[in-house]
């Protein structure tokens, strides 16, 4: 997918997946980004400090004053607080024996084949971190989606996050299977990756060297071995910018009667959540989006969800907004509780 402007580049433009000679290796760019669409979409810049990324975040505006003839305003600023995120390191490495590469008909082939596979792995394990990675369970990764907007919100008009996000269970909830619908507000101003300074964004695939390797009765044998390294870390700058529909049940998603809303939900959180500057992507699952396609039927308001043409590409939108299925998102995430 192509950028907001030079300010908002994505995985693509900061050339993922870069050759020895620098050159871009498209297969694998296309194959992570089209594997997991939300790397396709986010706004990925050098990290500012190190190995983290140091944001501002605005927490209260300067207050303005009326001011008549001979009189001016008294000085005011604006609050801001300091956020540091982490990012972390995720590396596979590849190993095939020597004399499968030299019989291959096709060796570059036979290794963009078998690095396809790490390739995938790679970003599926990014994409799932971006959205539930969480440093006090794993101190190695970086914080994602859900540790940001952990709570419903309890009704009140705030900046916080749990304004954000919406409750989709029934009245009594039941704890199993649960999913959440996200929009987000791809821009550096709202969700954005980074990697270390100094670094380079997206996958990188060292050269391959020839080793020696051990079978299980300690036997030497030649190995073509290639290290595949990611660097990467996540930035929410602006809440205000993102949000979830979280607690929806399984077990109600297709049910005649009883189950929310959930084209209401959906509406609300499209007019709650802002987006001047940034560009919008709704993320489900696929079974989700099958349920909101069956309640805008239901509700007669099938123009709701409409296919669209997107950068060159066919899209699914949802009232305008593009529609991305993601299978990093799980189908038991744990529940999100009330605001405290």
């Known amino acids: 997918m192509s950028t907001l402007g030079t300010r908002n580049p994505t995985y693509r433009d900061v050339l993922s997946g870069l050759r020895k000679d620098q050159s871009r290796d498209a297969d694998i760019v296309e194959l992570f980004v089209e594997e997991n669409p939300i790397l396709d979409d986010i706004v990925v810049t050098e990290a500012n400090e190190g190995t983290s990324n140091l944001t501002t ?23 801001k607080k300091q956020v540091k995120d982490a990012s972390g390191t995720v590396e596979s490495l590849l190993e095939i024996a020597t004399k499968l590469y030299d019989i291959a008909p096709d ?20 994409a799932g971190t971006i959205v539930y990675g969480d440093i006090a369970s794993d101190p190695k990764t970086f914080n994602g989606l859900v540790k940001r907007y952990p709570n419903i919100s309890n009704g009140e008009d705030s900046d916080e996050s749990p304004f954000y ?15 959440s619908i996200w929009l987000i507000g791809h821009g550096t101003k709202a969700v954005s990756c980074f990697y270390p300074k100094g670094t380079r964004g997206g996958i990188v695939r060292n ?4 080793v020696w390797s051990e079978d299980v009765t300690n036997g030497k044998y030649k190995v073509k071995r290639q290290l595949f390294q990611w660097h990467v870390g996540l930035t929410v700058r602006d809440f205000r910018y993102a949000g979830r529909i ?5 077990d109600a998603m297709f049910a005649s009667s ?3 809303d959930y084209l209401e939900l959906v509406r609300r959180l499209h ?19 099958e349920m909101l396609n069956v309640c805008a039927s239901r509700k007669t308001q ?16 949802l009232y305008g907004i593009p529609v991305r299925i993601l299978d990093a998102l799980e189908v038991n995430e744990t529940e999100a509780v009330v605001a405290s």
Do not use: C
Request: proline share 7%; glycine share 8%.
């Open 207 to 210: 050269p391959v060297e020839d």
């Open 165 to 179: 996000v919406l409750d989709g269970s029934k009245t009594s909830i039941s704890t199993a299977a649960l999913r």
């Open 271 to 289: 007019i709650r959540v802002r987006n001047g500057g940034v560009r919008q992507t709704w993320y489900m699952d696929r079974l989700t989006f």
């Open 246 to 250: 979280a607690n929806i049940e399984s």
């Open 57 to 79: 975040i605005r927490a209260g505006l300067p207050t303005p004053a009326w001011t008549g003839l001979y009189e001016g305003p008294q000085p005011s600023k604006g609050s």
């Open 302 to 317: 099938s123009n709701a969800i409409r296919s669209d043409t997107l950068f060159e590409r066919p899209v699914q939108t």
């Open 107 to 126: 060796r570059e082939a036979f290794m963009l084949d078998e690095a396809k596979t790490h390739v995938e792995a790679m970003g599926q394990e990014v």
């Open 258 to 260: 009883g189950q929310p």
